[in-house]
């Protein structure tokens, strides 16, 4: 299977765009950053549900299949190992795909772009390709003033959007064809975040704030530096690392403890829980996910059906209508391996299947992680379980006729 030759891209100079933002990476971000700017990156609740899906999808295997009459089979050949195995030299499968899955959510704001490389007429390498390195120039109209093609430039270096496999979450309102990230939406609230984690920060680290005031019956002159006060407290209380009780005058010394805020008294707890509940919903991960509320075993498996499913399909049909000629091949992902199974759910639904003749038993041992047994080959069927145009051969209705027939003989 051989991938469509790349056009030679002519080399041009990229328009003059707009920058969303400018960071500096490096010890003093503070240079180029605006004061309150913080990248999605940098945040721990975005960094957790994107890394959560990135290694959810490149957990699962690629599968490249072929349209039957009787159904959907599985192909293994060299295309296939070439895309589930080793599509990229210096990356195994996993971190090429967590890549992808990585850049469109977070890096790349909604898009991720993988250079083919051809190498006699078959598909070689498929590189990822830093975001920084990307561009997107305005597209041509064609005369109805709608958009048939567009470009991508690379370093410099444009391409027609053919030549390169263009992974897209997001599709834009304006620009269909580019995909959109979270960085707007979640602006506010990851801002909300970082505060907060700032004021947790302050106010826990505050060493300084006393938990014991002290009152003295004195001129006030008596206590005008610190040397004075620290003579008081040596004569009446000391270090207290003695354990022992302090021994003061009732009439000149009075003692109170100041409790002071908690996280709770100034609701902190609470905002911080909505606002991380909102990154949660806005990505498409249970809250969980990011530190609010218990596992859920249903809420999980729904997401991997709602979320992680639709997002693997979008990668799957882009390696399809790029990476495939024949007609009756696509690529799909194996989202199965991923819902959250008991043990004992897979033993009682391959059992099942064992039974009705649909699934033979050393297909059942490999799905529960037990090497195939060459004694379990064969495919076994209950006694009942039969065509139905068979039913009157069965050996139970033959007793039952002969011995319905030798009644009626001797009743005669």
Known sequence: MSKRNRRSGQ??????????????????????????????????EVRMAIDRIADLVSSMTIH??????????RVQNELSRKIDINPYSLMTRKDWMYYIVHTMLLAGDGN????????????????????????????????TGLTTGYQVSIQGRVYEHDELLHFKINPDSDKPWIGRGYRLILKDIVGNLTQAAATKKAFMGDKWRPSIIVSVDADTSQ?????????????????????KPWVIPESIIKIDQVRPLSL?????????????????????VPAFFVGVGDFRKDEYNAFIQTR??????????????????????????????????????????????????????????DWIGISPDPEMRELIVLENYIPADLLGQQNKLKTLKTALQEGGEDGG
Do not use: W
Request: hydrophobic content about 35%.
């Open 11 to 44: 080399t041009r100079s990229d328009p003059q765009q707009t920058p969303i933002g400018i960071f500096l990476a490096g010890d003093d971000p503070s240079i180029l950053v605006p004061d309150g700017y913080v990248r999605l990156s940098d945040n721990p």
């Open 64 to 73: 490249l299949t072929r349209n039957t009459d009787e159904g959907d089979i």
């Open 112 to 143: 991720c772009i993988v250079f083919p490389t051809v190498q006699d007429g078959l598909i070689d390498q498929l590189i990822p390709v830093p975001p920084i390195r990307i561009g997107f120039p305005t597209p041509p109209t064609s005369e």
């Open 223 to 243: 206590f005008s530096n610190d040397a004075e006060r620290n003579k008081l407290l040596e004569r009446y209380i000391g270090d207290g690392k003695s354990g």
């Open 264 to 284: 709770q008294d100034i609701a902190i707890h609470e905002s911080v829980q909505i606002d991380k509940r909102a990154v949660a919903a806005m990505i498409g």
């Open 308 to 365: 992680i499913a639709p997002l693997a399909t979008g990668i799957a049909q882009e390696l399809t209508r790029k990476l495939l000629i024949a007609p009756d091949l696509y690529f799909r992902f194996n989202s199965r391996s991923l819902y959250s199974y008991s043990l004992l759910d897979m033993v009682t639904a391959g059992t099942a299947l064992v039974d009705r003749n649909t699934l033979r038993r050393n297909e059942l041992r």
